[in-house]
């Protein structure tokens, strides 16, 4: 991590929330983690350990030092934390709360999401997550990916009007390589990674250089209306294919999305 104002969000973001809670560690998962952040394009991904459940003042207190940040602060529209007291950190199933997207709002910390943090956490305060958070068997994890690709992303596959926008393009073909490399070899990869398989795969190649592109190099801009639906039929086909030979769920054409 280089971005010296990435530096400063995460210093202002570890003092505003020491403040707020009795905060035990802070650790990044993800991109920052694992080496393939890009400053402005990947989110940081952010987990605090705190003391104790959150009081709903405290909750107060956190959702408006994260709108602060939000309005003020350079590159804090692509932080998310999750809250996890210290307590009760090893129940997978449990909600809690998070701010992400520029929302707040309760949700777990998933099998995904804890085995990057078991594996390969940036500690940015406090203990290690390993002896913090139970690990994640690999049944577990590879269950998981399965329930996702054929709940949420396979119905994603169904509503052609969100493939014209850059971000279900990019989240979709990502995730889905990124999955088949974890069912496949039990590993979890970063989306530099996922790009090669994709190539690998022998998903559309103009798809790929535009994801490159715009994650890696400079972006030029939205392109034509045209070129924007043409790369989401592409894409959406290439994800729709893929998950039903992974999975054996052929998808419902009357079947929407779940929230995100």
């Known amino acids: 991590m280089t971005e010296p104002g990435v530096t400063r969000l995460l210093d202002r973001f570890m003092a505003d929330v020491s403040a707020a809670v009795p905060l035990v560690a802070l650790w990044a998962h993800g991109s920052l983690a694992?080496?393939?952040?890009?400053?402005g394009r990947s989110d940081l991904d952010l987990v605090a350990l705190v003391g104790a459940e959150p009081t709903d003042a405290q909750r107060e207190r956190l959702r408006a030092l994260h709108q602060l940040l939000f309005a003020e602060a350079?590159?804090?529209d692509k932080l998310h934390c999750t809250y996890l007291p210290r307590q009760g950190a090893g129940d997978a199933g449990r909600a809690h709360p998070t701010w992400?997207?520029?929302e707040w709002f309760e949700r777990p910390v998933s099998p995904v999401g804890r085995r990057e943090l078991t594996t390969g956490a940036l500690v940015l305060t406090g203990p290690s997550?390993?002896?913090?958070?139970?690990?994640?068997?690999?049944a577990e994890l590879t269950d998981f990916i399965r329930r996702d690709l054929r709940d949420y992303w396979l119905p994603v596959t169904a509503k052609p009007e969100l493939w014209v926008h850059d971000a279900w393009v990019d989240a979709a073909m990502l995730t889905f390589a990124r999955a088949s490399v974890t069912l496949r070899?039990?590993?979890l990869v970063t989306k530099r990674e996922a790009l090669e398989?994709?190539?690998?795969?022998?998903?559309?190649?103009?798809?790929?250089?535009?994801i490159h592109r715009r994650r890696y190099g400079t972006a030029d801009g939205p392109g034509t209306e045209e070129w924007l639906h043409r790369r989401g039929e592409l894409a959406r086909a290439f994800v729709r294919a893929g998950i039903e030979a992974t999975t054996g769920s052929p998808v419902s054409p009357h079947r929407p999305p779940e929230p995100a």
Not at 34 to 39: A, I, V
Not at 129 to 138: A, M, Q, T
Not at 198 to 209: K, S, T
């Open 74 to 76: 350079p590159f804090a």
């Open 34 to 39: 694992f080496g393939d952040f890009q400053p």
């Open 197 to 210: 398989e994709l190539r690998a795969q022998g998903a559309p190649a103009a798809v790929i250089e535009d």
């Open 185 to 187: 070899d039990g590993r």
């Open 129 to 138: 997550p390993v002896g913090e958070l139970p690990g994640v068997s690999d």
């Open 100 to 102: 992400a997207l520029g």
